[in-house]
């Protein structure tokens, strides 16, 4: 990642905490499918490093489980507002502002976590040099049999997203790269609404062969719900809670990835 994309994603995510935290706020979809799978491993006690943790939701709502949390951002403002919302919420959260790509040498981090949480900067890191360099740091400090959780955004369900939410973009020069790279079943990276990597979802397997991680799950974080997501959330929560339920059952369904905006790989140290 060039020292410009680094000053272009800081300045977005410092921009306007509020938004990114309102982002995951009233049961979305994106938020309840990490959260099972983090239950499916991360146990009260356990300590937690979320890289790129953003205004905190994850890392707040571990630390509500009675995790030790240790969060990392780029974003300054993002930290102050992730330290505020943990006062708030009666929570004790270490934050530490600093680049993802060099973990490694940051003397304020642990040797070693049981869990590492990666759902951010292989958002950003258009370069798959720097995605790699974020991926051998976490790895480095995860304990043996500990699990990793590393976000990508698809390229595929972003596409779902141009089409649901402003399907105009289709015709702007801006979204060429993205719809050629969507012809051509390939990844991209470049302006998006920040400098953004759009993972075309059977990329992301290949990629990850070349850490040290025994894969346990690849999922989609919204699920085949993503395309309608908007009209499912305005209704009853007994119908939204239905639809969780579909979307959970199928998330991990090779032919349902494509539908979801947020991919997740879960993987253990080996």
């Not at 990329?203 to 993503?226: N, Y």
Request: some cysteine; charged content about 25%.
């Amino acid at each position: 990642m060039k020292v410009d994309d680094a000053v272009l994603v800081k300045a977005h995510y410092d921009t306007d905490p509020q938004k990114e935290w309102d982002r995951l706020a009233g049961g979305k979809f994106e938020f309840r499918m990490a959260a099972h799978y983090f239950n499916k491993y991360i146990n009260p006690g356990d300590s937690v490093l979320d890289i790129g943790g953003g205004t905190g939701r994850y890392s707040i709502w571990l630390a509500q489980k009675g995790c030790a949390v240790t969060m990392l951002d780029l974003s300054e403002r993002s930290i102050a507002f992730a330290e505020r919302k943990a006062r708030e919420y009666g929570v004790s959260l270490k934050t530490i502002a600093g680049d993802a790509r060099y973990i490694s040498a940051n003397p304020r981090l642990a040797k070693k976590y049981d869990h590492i949480l990666v759902m951010g900067p292989l958002y950003h890191l258009v370069d798959e040099a720097d995605r790699a360099m974020v991926l051998r740091g976490a790895v480095s400090h995860l304990r043996k049999h500990g699990k990793l959780f590393a976000s990508f955004i698809s390229l595929t369900g972003g596409m779902v997203y141009t089409a649901r939410d402003v399907p105009e973009l289709v015709v702007s020069p801006a979204n060429e790269a993205i719809v050629a790279a969507l012809m051509k079943g390939e990844s991209v990276g470049g302006e998006g609404f920040t400098r953004a990597f759009y993972v075309y979802p059977d990329k992301i397997l290949p990629f990850m062969e070349q850490f040290p991680l025994k894969k346990l799950h690849l999922f989609a974080q919204e699920g085949i719900s993503a395309p309608f997501i908007h009209r499912i959330m305005a209704l009853p929560q007994d119908i939204i809670d239905k639809w969780f339920e579909i979307s959970l059952a199928v998330c991990e369904k090779q032919e349902f990835l494509a539908f979801s905006e947020h991919l997740m790989f879960v993987g253990e140290k080996k």
